[in-house]
């Protein structure tokens, strides 16, 4: 069964960081590209990140474009997001989740995690 | 960045009606489009991809349809379990850009 854990999800003031991590499991982590989508308290979804299966390609929204990097270890089957001068904005549930489509060019995901919580305050 | 829209973007009806959520895209993005169902605090699950293409596990009374600007969500009998936050996301360009979402509530 493929699963995606997420950790990392925190109270932070704001321009403190953060680092959430995502490990997976049930699947050959390096044959997919893999995202981070948040979704801030009763609204809808954003895409924020993603990266490529091998981690060479990455990707950003405008809104982390500078302020947050993705990464991956593919050794360790585990997804980061290194989020930085965090705003209250930021806050939000964000998910870990594997793209359908393989390893190259992240298009859409087909397994999220259960998401972990970030509160900027 | 692809915007984009959907309609209605709240519903209510009852179980065993057949309900239709589109979602058009600022430009044409082919069929670069899938659809995801989420319930209260839960994750995102994937319905349809490729626009069309059922995901495994996924009754065939969900169906998806469209290409180019205008795509279609179809539940053909709607039952208990559907009542939820329905969101399409386009994959032709980065940044991958979701619809605001379509709530289906009981009537």
């Known amino acids: 069964e493929v699963q995606l854990l997420e950790s990392g999800g925190d109270l932070v003031q704001p321009g403190g960081s953060l680092r959430l991590s995502c490990v997976a499991s049930g699947f050959t982590f390096r044959n997919y590209a893999m995202s981070w989508v948040r979704q801030a308290p009763g609204k809808g979804l954003e895409w924020v990140s993603a990266v490529s299966g091998r981690g060479g390609d990455t990707y950003h929204a405008d809104s982390a474009q500078g302020r947050f990097t993705i990464s991956r270890d593919n050794s360790k089957n585990t997804l980061f997001l290194q989020m930085n001068s965090l705003r209250a904005e930021d806050t939000a549930v964000y998910y870990c989740?594997?793209?359908?489509?393989?390893?190259?060019?992240?298009?859409?995901?087909?397994?999220w995690g259960q998401g972990t919580t970030v509160i900027v305050s | 960045a692809i915007h984009l829209t959907q309609s209605p973007s709240s519903l209510s009806a009852s179980v065993g009606d057949r309900v239709t959520i589109t979602c058009r895209a600022s430009q044409a993005i082919s069929s670069a489009l899938v659809w995801y169902q989420q319930k209260p605090g839960k994750a995102p699950n994937l319905l349809i991809y490729d626009a069309s293409s059922l995901q495994n596990g996924v009754p065939s009374r969900f169906s998806g349809s469209g290409s180019g600007t205008d795509f279609t969500l179809t539940i053909s009998s709607l039952q208990p379990e559907d009542f939820a936050t329905y969101y399409c996301?386009?994959?032709?360009?980065?940044?991958?850009?979701f619809g605001p979402g379509t709530k289906v509530d009981f009537k």
């Open positions: 989740a594997k793209d359908g489509y393989g390893s190259g060019r992240p298009r859409a995901p087909d397994v």
């Open positions: 996301q386009q994959f032709n360009e980065f940044p991958l850009t």
